[in-house]
Antibody, heavy 118, light 110 residues
Framework: QVQLQESGPGQVKPSETLSLTCTVF??????????WTWVRQHPGKGLEWIGY???????YYNPSLRSRVTILIDTSKNQFSLKLSSVTAADTAMYYC??????????WGQGTLVTVSS | QSALTQPASVSGSPGQSITVSCTGT?????????VSWYQQHPGKAPKLMIY???NRPSGVSNRFSGSKSGNTASLTISGLQAEDDADYYC??????????FGTGTKVTVL
């Protein structure tokens, strides 16, 4: 059974970079056929797709966030990560990592709340 | 990319059937068979309920079904049960190799 777990700081200061890691358990991140995805949800709001990465390193990002987002993969640690630069209060959200089984998200982490505040 | 349009709320009594719509464009819903639906209970992560328009993952009740016509996809829940009370989101692959989610629908079991 595949499990995903997000980790990282729960609070980030404005203008700094948000950094989160997702560790995949129960399967290899480089087994092929899957994309590894980040999704966020602002408090009380809907889901927003951030971007995904393939084990080759190929990435696609939400156009509205593209200038600030970087998703990386570390196959040796079975992890992928999210970096979001120049954060503001508008980036306060629950951040989820998920597995994209092409073309849907079948496994999700439990989510981690990140608050942008000084 | 704009969020797909869903009704804010849909309600029904136990045992009834309800349908949640998800409207996009020819660049997403209308252009691909890659529409999926997610159920989210408060404080929980989303759960995949339907993929590729109308397919159910193993373990998902056959009371859930999906369809698509043109730029609009639909999720139908038949035999509504108390546990179906949740938020539901659609998602579609897009023409620029990204994904877009719907605005979300609160399903209330009366």
């Amino acid at each position: 059974q595949v499990q995903l777990q997000e980790s990282g700081p729960g609070q980030v200061k404005p203008s700094e970079t948000l950094s989160l890691t997702c560790t995949v358990f129960g399967g290899s991140i480089s087994s092929g056929g899957y994309y590894w995805t980040w999704v966020r949800q602002h408090p009380g709001k809907g889901l927003e797709w951030i971007g995904y990465i393939y084990d080759s390193g190929t990435t696609y990002y939400n156009p509205s966030l593209r200038s600030r987002v970087t998703i990386l993969i570390d196959t040796s640690k079975n992890q992928f990560s999210l970096k979001l630069s120049s954060v503001t209060a508008a980036d306060t959200a629950m951040y989820y990592c998920a597995r994209d089984r092409v073309w849907s998200f079948d496994y999700w982490g439990q989510g981690t709340l990140v608050t942008v505040s000084s | 990319q704009s969020a797909l349009t869903q009704p804010a709320s849909v309600s029904g009594s136990p045992g009834q059937s309800i349908t949640v719509s998800c409207t996009g464009t020819s660049n997403d819903v209308g252009g691909y068979k890659f529409v999926s639906w997610y159920q989210q209970h408060p404080g929980k992560a989303p759960k995949l309920m339907i993929y590729d328009v109308s397919n159910r993952p193993s373990g998902v009740s056959n009371r859930f079904s999906g369809s698509k016509s043109g730029n609009t996809a639909s999720l139908t829940i038949s035999g509504l049960q108390a546990e179906d009370d949740a938020d539901y989101y659609c998602s579609s692959y897009t023409s620029i190799s990204t994904y877009v989610f719907g605005t979300g629908t609160k399903v209330t079991v009366l």
